[in-house]
C-alpha cells in the first residue's frame, strides 16, 4: 500500500462573519444549551476563540488511510486546503495514473477534475465523503458554534475506561450525534454519529491532539469506526488520520498551491 502524506493548510475563520468582534464576551452570540460551560472549556483547551482570532492559516502534514466496506484500504498523498469559515476543502493528489483535484464544501457537493485518468462515481463518492469528514473533524468542539449542530443535553459517561462528560447534539437535518469531553481535562476525545449504543448504526471517532508552539490545539490523530456489536470503538476502521509538523500562521495570503512533489517535499 502506499502511504498518504497530507499536506494541510486550515483557514480558521470559524463562524460565518469570522472572529473580528471576539472578545472576552465572545461565546454570548451562541446558544450553546445546557452544556454551554462544557463546551467553552472544551473550546478554551485548545486555545479559545481568542487564541484562534489572529490565526491566518495552520499548515500539516498527515498521513490519511480511506478503508472500504471490505476493510481495503485506500491511500494517497495530498495536498489539502480547508476553509473552516467558508466550508470547503480541497485536495491535491497524485495517483498511479494520474493526479486528481477534488473540492467539498458543506453542502456535501464534490468537484473532481482528473488529469490522466476519469474518476467514476464510487471514486469521487468515496473521496467526498472522506474530504467532509475531515473538514467537520477538523472543527473539533468549534462545530457547536453556529454549525448547525446544537447541544439539548449532558450527562457523566464513562468510555475507554476513562470518565468523560457527553454532550448530546442533533443538527439542523435531524442527525444525533454525542460529543465526548474529557472529564478532567475537557478535551474532546470522541464523537459518535448517529448510533451511541453498542449494536447501533453509526460511527465512533477517536481524538488525539496536540499543541502548536503557540498553544493551539489540532487534532494529532483522528480514528473513525463503525460502532462494535459490543463496544462504540468495536467495529471496522472508515477513516484514519494523522497529523505532524502542524506549524500555526498568522499571514493572511495562502501559500501557494501545486500537486505534491516526489519524496513528499513541500
Given at each position: 500500500m502506499r502511504g498518504v502524506y497530507v499536506a494541510v493548510v486550515v483557514w480558521l475563520g470559524l463562524v460565518s462573519g469570522g472572529c473580528g468582534q471576539l472578545g472576552p464576551g465572545g461565546y454570548d452570540r451562541y446558544?450553546?444549551?445546557p452544556a454551554r460551560q462544557v463546551i467553552i472549556a472544551g473550546v478554551e483547551v485548545i486555545g479559545g476563540l481568542e487564541g484562534w482570532r489572529g490565526v491566518g492559516a495552520v499548515e500539516a502534514w498527515a498521513l490519511v488511510s480511506s478503508y472500504d466496506q471490505d476493510g481495503a484500504a485506500s491511500i494517497s498523498r495530498q495536498k489539502q486546503l480547508i476553509d473552516l469559515r467558508g466550508g470547503k476543502i480541497t485536495a491535491w493528489a497524485k495517483a498511479p495514473q494520474g493526479r486528481w483535484k477534488a473540492t467539498v464544501d458543506d453542502s456535501g457537493s464534490c468537484q473532481v477534475k482528473a488529469h490522466g485518468f476519469s474518476p467514476d462515481e464510487r471514486f469521487t463518492s468515496r473521496l467526498g465523503e472522506d474530504l467532509s469528514t475531515i473538514l467537520h473533524c477538523a472543527r473539533g468542539p468549534m462545530n457547536l458554534l453556529g454549525r448547525g449542530e446544537h447541544a439539548l443535553n449532558l450527562r457523566r459517561s464513562k468510555v475507554e475506561g476513562g470518565d468523560v462528560i457527553r454532550v448530546g447534539v442533533l443538527d439542523d437535518d435531524g442527525t444525533p450525534w454525542a460529543y465526548y469531553f474529557d472529564?478532567?481535562?475537557?478535551?474532546?476525545?470522541?464523537?459518535?454519529?448517529?448510533?451511541?449504543?453498542?449494536?447501533?448504526?453509526?460511527?465512533?471517532?477517536?481524538?488525539?491532539?496536540?499543541?502548536?508552539?503557540?498553544?493551539?490545539?489540532?487534532?494529532?490523530?483522528?480514528?473513525?469506526?463503525?460502532i462494535g456489536e459490543h463496544i462504540?470503538?468495536?467495529?471496522?476502521?472508515?477513516?484514519?488520520?494523522?497529523?505532524?509538523?502542524?506549524?500555526?500562521?498568522?499571514?493572511?495570503?495562502?501559500?501557494?498551491?501545486?500537486?505534491?512533489?516526489?519524496?513528499?517535499?513541500?
Amino acid at each position: 500500500m502506499r502511504g498518504v502524506y497530507v499536506a494541510v493548510v486550515v483557514w480558521l475563520g470559524l463562524v460565518s462573519g469570522g472572529c473580528g468582534q471576539l472578545g472576552p464576551g465572545g461565546y454570548d452570540r451562541y446558544d450553546l444549551g445546557p452544556a454551554r460551560q462544557v463546551i467553552i472549556a472544551g473550546v478554551e483547551v485548545i486555545g479559545g476563540l481568542e487564541g484562534w482570532r489572529g490565526v491566518g492559516a495552520v499548515e500539516a502534514w498527515a498521513l490519511v488511510s480511506s478503508y472500504d466496506q471490505d476493510g481495503a484500504a485506500s491511500i494517497s498523498r495530498q495536498k489539502q486546503l480547508i476553509d473552516l469559515r467558508g466550508g470547503k476543502i480541497t485536495a491535491w493528489a497524485k495517483a498511479p495514473q494520474g493526479r486528481w483535484k477534488a473540492t467539498v464544501d458543506d453542502s456535501g457537493s464534490c468537484q473532481v477534475k482528473a488529469h490522466g485518468f476519469s474518476p467514476d462515481e464510487r471514486f469521487t463518492s468515496r473521496l467526498g465523503e472522506d474530504l467532509s469528514t475531515i473538514l467537520h473533524c477538523a472543527r473539533g468542539p468549534m462545530n457547536l458554534l453556529g454549525r448547525g449542530e446544537h447541544a439539548l443535553n449532558l450527562r457523566r459517561s464513562k468510555v475507554e475506561g476513562g470518565d468523560v462528560i457527553r454532550v448530546g447534539v442533533l443538527d439542523d437535518d435531524g442527525t444525533p450525534w454525542a460529543y465526548y469531553f474529557d472529564a478532567t481535562s475537557h478535551m474532546l476525545r470522541f464523537v459518535t454519529r448517529s448510533g451511541d449504543r453498542p449494536g447501533e448504526d453509526g460511527t465512533f471517532t477517536t481524538f488525539e491532539y496536540m499543541m502548536t508552539p503557540n498553544g493551539l490545539g489540532f487534532p494529532k490523530r483522528i480514528r473513525i469506526v463503525r460502532i462494535g456489536e459490543h463496544i462504540l470503538n468495536g467495529g471496522k476502521c472508515v477513516l484514519e488520520a494523522e497529523f505532524s509538523g502542524v506549524e500555526v500562521s498568522r499571514r493572511a495570503t495562502l501559500p501557494a498551491i501545486d500537486f505534491p512533489r516526489r519524496g513528499g517535499e513541500k
